[in-house]
């Protein structure tokens, strides 16, 4: 270290502190406290607000589901594109 810095620092540790610290640990502890508490609640809202959506992701796709009627055959979605339909005369 440069004796300047050395000087300045040695200075620093003969002064005493400028305030009381006997209060700091329970000033932190409460400070901490309250932000868990506040992250808490963040959670708690963010868990409530994703089953929400998940049971209404889980409702609109039971209805759809229902509505949809099942295919018979795995071509039938293509069965009016079929040659037979296309070569047909038309009336």
């Known amino acids: 270290m440069s004796p300047n810095l050395e000087h300045l620092l040695t200075e620093l540790h003969r002064q005493p502190p400028d ?3 006997g209060g700091l640990t329970v000033e ?12 808490g609640q963040t959670w708690r809202l963010r868990a409530a607000v994703m089953g929400l ?17 099942p295919s ?13 339909t296309l070569l047909e005369p038309s009336e």
Not at 53 to 66: D, K, N, R, Y
């Open 19 to 21: 305030r009381d610290l």
């Open 28 to 39: 932190v502890n409460e400070t901490l406290a309250e932000r868990a508490a506040i992250t």
């Open 53 to 69: 959506l998940v049971m209404g992701g889980a409702a609109v796709s039971a209805s759809t589901a229902s509505a949809v009627a």
């Open 72 to 84: 018979t055959s795995p071509f039938s979605a293509w069965s009016s594109l079929a040659p037979s």
